[in-house]
């Protein structure tokens, strides 16, 4: 069974700046998808950035961008020029493409405070 | 179409009645999955639909829980005989394996809001 876990139960980062979120993942797997959502107070999980797993470029969506290392089983979540509406729950999560059905799991979460 | 909805919000319930939730998934999107997630935690995965299938089930969803999905629309979520551990929030969520639509399944799912289940 995959398992994926965040070691910072929280973060916080000033208005502007950078802030690194960690994820590390265990599986046996070489196909599989990672993702990132955020889960703002209203409780609504939202797609922050996924990455395939058998692509080597590391995704960037606008202000969020990922380091995959695949080796090392790690994807990590990076948030440059960090907003007061970036403050969320942020979870990391696994999909396996070798596997039917879909589904995610999550890690624990890291709460993300935003500074002004 | 507005995304994932998820009725009722909350729901406080006193230990050992049943209750039920529905969600009503992207209308276009074949798969609905059904997630809990308590305090502090990721969500947990619980059940899954393909249409009107219900395809997976994890060894979470006791017997007292029972999920269906009548016509590949709609899902319900029932859990009978309630219990102070099943207090948590309860996550709807759908994606489509067909092609051409929006999320397809290799990607991740539009979730609802979740509905809060607390058992006093």
């Known amino acids: 069974a995959q398992t994926v876990t965040q070691s910072q139960p929280e973060m916080s980062v000033q208005e502007a700046e950078t802030v690194t979120l960690s994820c590390t993942y265990d599986?046996?797997?070489?196909?599989?998808?990672l993702f990132w959502y955020k889960q703002p107070p209203s409780r609504q999980m939202i797609l922050v950035i996924r990455?395939?797993?058998?692509?080597?470029q590391n995704a960037t969506e606008n202000r969020f961008s990922v380091n995959f290392q695949k080796a090392a089983k790690s994807f990590s979540l990076k948030i440059s020029d960090s907003q007061l509406g970036d403050a969320a729950m942020y979870f990391c999560?696994?999909?396996?493409?070798?596997?039917?059905?879909?589904?995610?799991?999550f890690g624990e979460g890291t709460q993300l405070t935003v500074n002004p | 179409d507005t995304g994932v909805s998820q009725n009722p919000r909350h729901k406080i319930t006193k230990r050992g009645q049943n209750v039920t939730f529905r969600c009503d998934p992207i209308?276009?999107?074949?798969?609905l999955y059904w997630y809990r997630q308590t305090l502090g935690q990721g969500p947990e995965f619980l059940t899954y639909?393909?249409?009107?299938?219900?395809?997976?089930k994890s060894r979470l969803l006791s017997d007292r829980f029972s999920a269906e999905r009548p016509k590949g629309s709609f899902s319900t979520l029932e859990i009978q005989r309630t219990e102070q551990g099943d207090s948590a929030m309860y996550l709807c969520?759908?994606?489509?394996?067909?092609?051409?639509?929006?999320?397809?399944?290799?990607?991740?799912?539009?979730f609802g809001s979740g509905t809060r289940l607390t058992v006093v």
């Open positions: 969520a759908s994606s489509s394996t067909l092609p051409g639509q929006i999320f397809p399944a290799n990607y991740g799912y539009t």
């Open positions: 599986t046996s797997e070489s196909d599989y998808y």
């Open positions: 990455q395939e797993a058998y692509k080597q």
């Open positions: 999560a696994y999909r396996s493409r070798e596997t039917s059905g879909s589904r995610l799991t």
């Open positions: 209308s276009e999107h074949n798969r």
């Open positions: 639909f393909q249409n009107e299938a219900q395809l997976e």
